[in-house]
């Protein structure tokens, strides 16, 4: 079965950790009950998981480049240091 627009909403809010306490308890006793309920909620999960991941390599990967393009030996030492004294 095709879970709920709703559904998909309350999931989110939860794992964002933005649900009402009242309406976290109830989707909490719904993810008991429900086992469909309980597997979208596994998938969204690692969904979220996955998505968080990518973005920190990605992220990673620019900082790396970023940093090889700044500390270069071709990068002008006036602009190095002003990067550098951000630090000190």
Known sequence: MRPSLR???????YLSG???AEEREHLRQRLL????LY????QQKQT???IR??????LKRELEK??????SEQAPLSWRERILSLFR
């Open 33 to 36: 009950l429900e086992p469909e």
């Open 66 to 71: 970023i940093h090889c393009e700044l500390f």
């Open 48 to 50: 979220y998981r996955l």
């Open 53 to 58: 991941r990518s973005g920190r390599r990605r």
């Open 7 to 13: 559904d998909i909403q309350q999931l989110e809010a």
């Open 39 to 42: 597997a979208q909620f596994q």
């Open 18 to 20: 933005q649900l009402p």
